[in-house]
Nanobody
Framework: QVQLAESGGGLVQPGGSLRLSCVVS????????MTWYRQAPGKQPEEVAG???????NYAESVKGRFIVSRDNNKNTLYLQMNSLKPEDTGVYYC????????WGQGTQVTVSS
């Protein structure tokens, strides 16, 4: 059974940094595209960053130059390094497995506030 578990969220001041992690069970991590989504209060989830099984990355315009997505296939772990955080980055962050976004984690809350 595929399970995804995010961690690393929290409260941070504007301009600060956080690193999110997502551990994937089920021995299918290395062959799959992975994506970070976030959902702000009252809004639909939006794609933040994605990484292919080969390591190619893509980012939403709103986070380019501030966020870095990476993966460690030996540890079945996806990362999101978030720098220069802004209040509009606040939301629940989900890691998602597969190009069809079939499997989602439970999410981790990120709050950017002074």
């Amino acid at each position: 059974q595929v399970q995804l578990a995010e961690s690393g969220g929290g409260l941070v001041q504007p301009g600060g940094s956080l690193r999110l992690s997502c551990v994937v069970s089920g021995n299918i991590f290395s062959s799959n595209h992975m994506t970070w989504y976030r959902q702000a209060p009252g809004k639909q989830p939006e794609e933040v960053a994605g990484i292919t099984s080969g390591g190619m990355t893509n980012y939403a315009e709103s986070v380019k130059g501030r966020f870095i997505v990476s993966r460690d296939n030996n540890k079945n772990t996806l990362y999101l390094q978030m720098n220069s955080l802004k209040p509009e980055d606040t939301g629940v962050y989900y890691c998602v497995l597969g190009s069809m976004a079939v499997y989602w984690g439970q999410g981790t809350q990120v709050t950017v506030s002074s």
